[in-house]
């Protein structure tokens, strides 16, 4: 714990102060990525989800924030990370409804030790334009990067108990790669959300939700605009604060 604590930033706040997070030093930091995902998330009552790959933990965080009865497992490889995670939810005061796991997403015994889940999700590591993520953290990132997005759905998709849904946040530019891997691990019916940046402005997210359906055709969203003259738009400016995020037909 000590290691994980010094290795971290002052702590830091998302949904308009109603979760605290403290991040590496260090490294690529949770942002928009990580709180679109989260405010994806929709369970029943007192549901489950799977948070793959959870880092210091800002999507589960932001996720039990708006939903008081939910309860999460996360997975992370790194043992720094995953006990970063783990403060991160004693911090919010929310230790009791988190279990985070260390496991690498490409072994398949990492399954039997997760339960059934009604929602997972994931933002697996990548940086744009090819440029390596800061030595620190390199190692973990490059490896999430060279198991393949396969490996990151067929563990959503292992998880998922009757009825559930996976949820990808990724760029733009993997989106057929990101289909192709919910596919293959037997989901389908996808939702794919894209995130425009300006009105007028080709996306570079894209979130797609997934479910236990792989002949069912996906269906393109008509997206979130992000940003408009004066900031952020009125729609993403209520994700940011905390609310959940529309599906069409959700």
Do not use: Y
Not at 24 to 36: S, Y
């Amino acid at each position: 714990m000590d290691g994980a604590l010094t290795a971290s930033g002052p702590v830091q706040s998302l949904l308009g102060g109603r979760v605290r997070l403290r991040q590496p030093a260090e490294g690529l930091g949770a942002g928009l990525d990580a709180v679109m995902l989260a405010a994806s998330v929709a369970v029943p009552t007192g549901g489950m989800m799977l948070d793959a790959g959870c880092g210091a933990g800002a999507v589960f965080l932001c996720a039990l924030a708006r939903l008081p009865e939910l309860r999460a497992v996360a997975v992370e490889r790194d043992p720094l990370l995953a006990a970063l995670a783990r403060e991160n939810a004693a911090l919010n005061g929310w230790a009791d409804r988190v279990e985070v796991v260390e496991g690498d997403v490409a072994d398949p015994a990492l399954r039997a030790r997760l339960p059934a889940c009604e929602m997972a999700v994931s933002n697996p590591p990548f940086w744009p334009g090819g440029s390596p993520p800061p030595r620190a953290i390199r190692a973990g990132a490059t490896h999430g990067v060279e198991v393949g997005l396969d490996a990151w759905a067929r563990l959503l998709a292992g998880a998922l108990g009757r009825g559930g849904r996976a949820a990808l946040v990724l760029p733009a530019a993997r989106l057929e790669e990101g289909l192709g891997a919910l596919r293959s691990a037997g989901l389908g019916g996808t939702e794919v959300l894209p995130l425009w940046p300006r009105a007028g402005r080709a996306a570079k997210r894209v979130l797609l939700r997934a479910r236990r359906a792989p002949r069912a055709p996906n269906t393109l969203l008509p997206g979130l605009v992000l940003h408009g003259e004066d900031g952020w738009t009125p729609a993403a400016d209520a994700v940011l604060r905390g609310e959940a995020l529309e599906w069409m037909g959700a």
